[in-house]
DNA sequence: GTGAAAGCGCTAACAT
DNA sequence: ATGTTAGCGCTTTCAC
């Protein structure tokens, strides 16, 4: 195993030297840094991340936070996350941490904890639900721990950022399309209430009718919770109105692909009887048939994005306090027109 | 923070007493064990990581080696993993390691090199394809980590475990099956060709035809590579055929996704004009309309014995090298009846 | 069966 | 701008 006593004698330095070196500390001159490096390479010089982070209380790691890793969209964000982990040589660990620990106060801050205490993470990433709790974003700011959190949310946070599309914007866009195609009685189908998301589709929905001055009908919306089979549900309870809508916007593509199947069902045809559209664009959007139009989100980004953020900060802390990296960064979405949705035929209007 | 020291003045023994409590070394009295494990709790301590690390070159990490961790089974297996991770104090790392470099042998090795050098494990997850790299399973072995490998293959390996189900006998059942529907006309859309599935679901559906005295066509037996965008084109293929198939069995369920689309595209409806089964029961299976017959792999469990596997080997090593735990474990595979089979409809027999 | 001392590889604090 | 020294929290080695 090559040290970092070897590479300094072979470079010639003192180890401080070679420690500033590859903490990209300053006071080092241009000539040196550079004899240092070829040190590092000539030997094949690689750090021990244990001696490192036992002396410096940094662990190189950042944290995604969630209540499971399975699925989509969070698969995705672990995926961009893990890209931009490994760019800057830093390790990226997952957290479990479910909804019922995550909405009882005591669990939570005792999970929090032993969290902070165990992994002592140099940052964490939160996705939806977790990016919405105000409990846990507080308790992780006093620990000091920095947040990229992704998703829409209402947190106000000046020290840490949040990623995120306009997703009422872009709801508004999709219904928009939905009424521009003729269709008056356009369904809803909402995701889980404790998530950002849910609201600002609903209102992007909700925009939309208003600007058209359709009126908004109960009935044609329908609680969900982003899951597959609550579409199902809802999609099976919309078409068995008397006066059923033409067109449903599904919350997200999981709950689409249910009224779709409902669809099948119930003998109805998509597009040509029920258009449907969706949000988020996951591989299921280009699986199923009819292909499903869609919002595509870029997931991969967020989690890139989130990661990178935190490995700055990490990199910069106590260095240069100035350079505080923290906003609402709001990302491009795009509408996807697939087969999914038609012109609302006379016949139902 | 809580240190071991502070323990062992609480518990009124030595250093090396908590250290031999914690780590589970025979020589210490039931009586002083149990003590030192009520000062643990009541100071709510938890040991330092890195400084054990870097003492010891164990690292209390397992990592999972593939090329990429989007998609379904990918997920399943990580997630059963972690969970066996967490459960025993493991943390669970992600390496990429792409194709590319896996078919290269020299860039193989300077990756294992540095893999090694830099991660550390205390184990490695291997996954198809990479686990039926005969070269990355000696070099691993070479380097003394142990190795779980998940899915078919032809590695004879003392020293670690594989865990998998019968292939080729599942293959066979859905195959007997379309036969027992009265189909006899059955296409086969193969995987990557560098994955032992592949080869061992191709035999299982050759044996089952042999058995019933069909003929095996090569026409209808068309390449693929597990995903989607290779069932569909395969579909297409297959069903533009003068003599056209009634029936396909698919290697996976992406694909078979893929024969549906192409299905309906073609104005062929399934299951009454086609018959389509897949194989691995992935999420989409049930997404999707028909939804699809298939076969049912134990993929978290998968996932989670082979993390259990290596976790309780990192314990034993140098210890108890008498507990040799590897073997080949064959897991138990259901085969999943929904609705994309049905008759043969004899206007195509 | 238990303990004392040494030291893993690195970085923080303090020289110079 | 560079070097010296101490010590992070634990396990290993060896002594008893």
Redesign the pocket.
């Known amino acids: 195993?090559v040290?970092?006593?070897d590479?300094?004698k072979h470079a010639?330095?003192?180890?401080?030297?070679?420690?500033?070196v590859?903490?990209n500390?300053?006071?080092?001159?241009e000539?040196?840094?550079k004899r240092v490096f070829e040190s590092i390479n000539e030997l094949g010089?690689?750090?021990?991340t244990?001696?490192?982070s036992?002396?410096?209380?940094?662990t190189y790691s950042i944290h995604l936070i969630s209540n499971s890793i399975e699925g989509a969209f969070i698969n995705t964000v672990q995926s961009g996350a893990l890209l931009s982990c490994q760019k800057h040589g830093y390790s990226l660990l997952i957290s479990l941490l479910d909804s019922e620990i995550l909405n009882n106060p005591k669990a939570l801050k005792k999970w929090c904890a032993e969290f902070v205490v165990q992994k002592r993470p140099d940052g964490v990433i939160l996705v939806p639900p977790h990016s919405d709790n105000i409990d846990l974003n507080s308790i992780l700011n006093e620990a000091n721990i920095p947040i990229s959190r992704i998703g829409p949310n209402e947190i106000i946070d000046k020290d840490n950022s949040t990623i995120m599309i306009d997703d009422r914007k872009a709801a508004r866009e999709v219904t928009e399309y939905l009424i521009s195609l003729g269709h008056k009685r356009i369904g809803h189908v909402r995701g889980s209430e404790d998530q950002g998301a849910t609201h600002k589709r609903y209102s992007g929905y909700t925009d939309a009718l208003k600007a058209a001055s359709i009126p908004i009908i109960e009935e044609l919306i329908k609680p969900g919770n982003f899951r597959f089979e609550s579409g199902l549900k809802a999609g099976e309870e919309l078409l068995k109105m008397k006066n059923r809508p033409t067109a449903i916007f599904a919350a997200n593509d999981d709950m689409a692909a249910g009224i779709i199947v409902a669809s099948y069902m119930n003998h109805f045809k998509v597009p040509d009887e029920l258009s449907v559209i969706g949000f988020d664009d996951n591989e299921l959007a280009k699986r199923i048939w009819p292909t499903l139009s869609t919002i595509q989100q870029p997931v991969f980004g967020y989690g890139e994005r989130a990661a990178e953020l935190l490995v700055k900060k990490a990199g910069t802390r106590k260095k240069q306090t100035s350079l505080v990296i923290s906003a609402t960064e709001l990302m491009n979405y795009k509408f996807i027109l697939r087969e999914s949705t038609n012109i609302a035929s006379t016949a139902n209007n």
Chains 1, 2 share one sequence.
């Open positions: 195993m040290r970092m006593i590479v300094a010639d330095v003192s180890l401080k030297t070679v420690s500033r590859l903490n500390e300053p006071h080092v001159q000539k040196i840094r010089y690689i750090p021990s244990s001696a490192r036992l002396r410096s209380l940094r």
